[in-house]
């Protein structure tokens, strides 16, 4: 802990994140299930479900979760229908998890309990 002029400054927390059992997307509820996987998470838009590896914590977890809902507003959405190349896919959804993640931490836009 540091002192300034008097005062104990708490070490700034990280947020906790609890994964949620659904989430809407564009209307659509999508059911979120921690599975045993090789991935870290899938989306599957037919069946409008997100499934998460087990054992993921922390930043893991909730990245992951961020990058399947992004692939579930692409679909959703009618974008990801559009695009022919999955590489392509992957990597816009990389792009944005990545940029959210940072900007949510960096921004403390995050929930602290």
């Not at 399947?68 to 959405?77: Q, R, T």
């Amino acid at each position: 802990m540091q002192k300034i002029l008097g005062e104990t400054l708490m070490p700034r927390r990280k947020p906790i994140f609890r994964l949620p059992k659904q989430i809407s997307i564009l209307g659509r509820v999508y059911i979120v299930k921690r599975v045993r996987m090789h991935d870290y998470g899938c989306c599957d838009p037919t069946t409008a479900e997100i499934h998460i590896r087990r054992g993921l914590k922390g930043d893991d977890l909730s990245s992951t979760f961020l990058h399947e809902c992004i692939h579930a507003i692409l679909y959703e959405s009618g974008v990801e229908h559009r695009w022919d190349d999955a590489n392509f896919t992957e990597s816009v959804v990389r792009a944005l998890d990545n940029g959210l993640s940072r900007a949510f931490d960096t921004n403390s836009l995050l929930v602290r309990k």
